[in-house]
């Protein structure tokens, strides 16, 4: 069983910066494709980014192109996120999702890390 657990969400200024962090234990991390998603209050979840298990392709939404950047770290079995240039419209809970591609189905998912972002 595959366990992720992320970490790095906080309060921040529109225009500042972020760095999420999520950790996967269980499984052989190496062979997942990963990627982060999130859910405001009172909407759906959505695709943020995806990165291949190869770290040769990416995949972002439309609405953090530019400004969001995933990475992954396969001899730290860990995935991260940078965020910058953050807008209010970020505000969400993030999650992290490991045996998947792009904006699909994936088969393991974390508990969540609140990003808030103030105007």
């Known amino acids: 069983q595959v366990q992720l657990v992320e970490s790095g969400g906080g309060l921040v200024h529109a225009g500042g910066s972020l760095r999420l962090s999520c950790v996967a234990s269980?499984?052989?991390?190496?062979?997942?494709?990963m990627g982060w998603f999130r859910q405001a209050p009172g909407k759906e979840r959505e695709f943020v980014a995806a990165?291949?298990?190869?770290?040769?392709?990416?995949n972002y939404a439309d609405s953090v192109k530019g400004r969001f950047t995933i990475s992954r770290d396969n001899a730290k079995n860990t995935v991260y996120l940078q965020m910058n240039s953050l807008k209010p419209e970020d505000t969400a809970v993030y999650y992290c999702?490991?045996?998947?591609w792009g904006a699909g189905k994936y088969s393991y998912w974390g508990q969540g890390t609140q990003v808030t972002v103030s105007s």
């Open positions: 999702a490991a045996s998947g």
């Open positions: 269980g499984g052989t991390f190496s062979r997942y494709g």
């Open positions: 990165i291949s298990w190869s770290d040769s392709n990416t």
